[in-house]
């Protein structure tokens, strides 16, 4: 948060600006003194600085970011409501009970407090909201539709509403999908708790296999692939699962998880379950092998961390230890969320839906601290 003449400013940021280094330089050769290395406060101080009222320069700084966006911007008067041309992150307006509006990145978070959505924001729009109520606009011109393909997969909450469509649904129908593309001759469906769970219910569901539990998951551990080193996932695995010997011993199982990511839990995950009395564990994954990294807010890995990237199917089934590994197609992924496009699937393809050449977002990444703090 930051006081500007037109009094104090602050916002809040889901997602990843590509262009953010440059952005920085333009900044501080301006003499903008920056004390972070977030692209939020980048935004920030763009905002500041640029000229006109709040919608106008709301329109400034949607014209200069490229990348994943979702802001909500506090100023002394209104709330704003953003989402990128591209509609890569999420962005909904609720109303509360008592009349008033409010924002969050997913339709999830009405239900806490006692809200009811009215509308998911649209690529390019600004919503402003204040005292006589709220009106949306469009801030830039829609570009290509890439909303993020991870957020159906894994990232959002099951309860949230993305197109009218209920995630937890959405995703029954990816592990349907598996089913068809990848079927194997198994006693249970085991899911890999809580975000397989979905997948593999429609897995079973399709399959005709029993769905069965056999990891108990601690409440009290985060997701795993964002920790910040592989003996702190290692060590995450064993400290959030606990297997259900009873349910697995002599059993051949499926295991639906929704991803791997650099394959450091697939392998501990897989020798649980073998010593816990597991007969034969298959793998199956509910979306296609993660080849490239994200550079729209979703901290994966870089590419040599990632074991798609690097390994054949095979190898990585060698690697993690199991009978059989299979992957849900991209084409699969695609029909299971019934369209042809609308989607970001870069970190499948490679194909990013920016105009800037992966190769220079790269280089830029690898420079951005050297360039910007001189290190």
């Not at 104090?8 to 301006?30: D, T, V």
């Not at 993020?148 to 509403?161: G, K, N, V």
């Not at 020798?271 to 993660?290: D, F, S, T, W, Y």
Request: aromatic residues 6%; neutral net charge; proline residues 6%.
């Amino acid at each position: 948060m930051i006081e500007t003449l037109d009094g104090p400013l602050a916002i809040a940021h889901n997602g990843n600006l590509i262009n953010a280094p440059q952005l920085r330089l333009e900044l501080l050769s301006r003499g903008v003194g920056l004390s972070t290395s977030s692209d939020s406060e980048v935004i920030l101080h763009m905002l500041a600085g640029a000229g006109g009222d709040w919608m106008a320069r709301i329109r400034t700084v949607m014209a200069r970011a490229e990348g994943a966006y979702a802001l909500t911007i506090l100023t002394r008067n209104a709330i704003y409501g953003v989402r990128d041309p591209w509609g890569l992150r999420p962005l909904v307006l609720g109303r509360l009970a008592s009349g008033g509006h409010v924002l969050a990145s997913e339709s999830c978070a009405f239900a806490t407090i006692g809200a009811e959505m009215v509308a998911e924001i649209q690529p390019g729009e600004i919503v402003r909201i204040d005292a006589s109520g709220y009106e949306i606009v469009q801030g830039a011109p829609p570009q290509r539709l890439a909303f993020c393909t991870f957020e159906q997969i894994y990232f959002a909450r099951p309860d949230s509403l993305f197109n009218g469509k209920l995630v937890h649904q959405t995703r029954q129908k990816l592990g349907k999908q598996l089913a068809r593309e990848a079927p194997a001759d198994a006693d249970i469906v085991v899911p890999v708790p809580d975000s397989g769970t979905p997948h593999a219910i429609g897995y079973a569901q399709k399959s005709g296999i029993p769905y069965s539990e056999g990891l108990i998951k601690s409440r009290y551990i985060g997701r795993t692939f964002i920790q910040p080193s592989n003996e702190l996932r290692k060590v995450g695995v064993a400290m959030k699962f606990n297997p259900l010997p009873e349910n697995l011993k002599g059993k051949r199982i499926v295991v639906i998880d929704d991803s791997i990511v650099r394959g450091n839990t697939s392998g501990p995950l897989v020798r649980m379950l073998r010593n816990a009395g597991a007969k034969e564990v298959h793998v199956r994954v509910a979306c296609p092998p993660i080849k490239f990294p994200c550079f729209m807010g979703v901290d994966m890995a870089t590419q040599d961390e990632l074991i798609a990237a690097n390994k054949s199917i095979d190898e990585i089934c060698a690697h993690i230890g199991a009978d059989s590994l299979a992957f849900l197609s991209i084409s699969g992924l695609m029909r299971a969320l019934k369209a042809e496009n609308g989607y970001c699937n870069a970190c499948f393809t490679g194909e990013y839906p920016f105009s800037t050449p992966i190769p220079l977002i790269e280089l830029q990444e690898k420079e951005k601290f050297a360039d910007v703090w001189g290190d």
